[in-house]
């Protein structure tokens, strides 16, 4: 099998946690954002405009476009994308507990007999 001939494929995976430093700014802008999106069905629209001032995660998430990700690279072309977004708990100061104490490879972390 040639590789020329043959598509390859790659599953790029990314996790991103964002700080919301002003949430009612995040809003608007997700606002604006649907509100110029030609290409958004109206049908669409004013569940989508609901959906972004209930909920900041939605909101982000309608600023993602994956296309822009990879768009700038020579020799590939977007196949497929999916994302979601959601409200998360995170602790910043863990990340700093974490590489103070070293990292631990989640394949090691059991130290006992397999039985």
């Given at each position: 099998m040639?590789t020329?001939?043959?598509p390859?494929y790659v599953?790029?995976q990314?996790?991103l946690v964002?700080?919301?430093?002003?949430?009612?700014a995040?809003?608007?802008?997700?606002?604006?954002?649907?509100?110029a999106?030609?290409?958004m069905?109206e049908?669409?629209?004013?569940?989508a405009?609901e959906?972004?001032?209930?909920?900041a995660?939605?909101a982000?998430?309608?600023?993602i476009?994956?296309f822009d990700?990879?768009s700038?690279?020579?020799?590939?072309?977007l196949?497929q994308a999916?994302?979601q977004s959601?409200?998360?708990t995170f602790?910043?100061d863990?990340?700093?507990?974490?590489?103070e104490?070293?990292y631990?490879?989640?394949?090691?972390e059991e130290?006992?007999?397999?039985?």
């Amino acid at each position: 099998m040639s590789t020329e001939s043959s598509p390859r494929y790659v599953r790029l995976q990314v996790e991103l946690v964002v700080e919301l430093t002003d949430e009612e700014a995040l809003r608007n802008g997700a606002v604006e954002h649907i509100r110029a999106d030609e290409y958004m069905p109206e049908e669409d629209r004013e569940p989508a405009l609901e959906s972004v001032q209930e909920d900041a995660s939605e909101a982000v998430a309608y600023f993602i476009d994956p296309f822009d990700l990879v768009s700038d690279i020579p020799g590939v072309e977007l196949a497929q994308a999916s994302w979601q977004s959601e409200i998360a708990t995170f602790d910043p100061d863990s990340l700093l507990e974490d590489e103070e104490e070293g990292y631990e490879d989640e394949d090691e972390e059991e130290d006992g007999d397999d039985r």
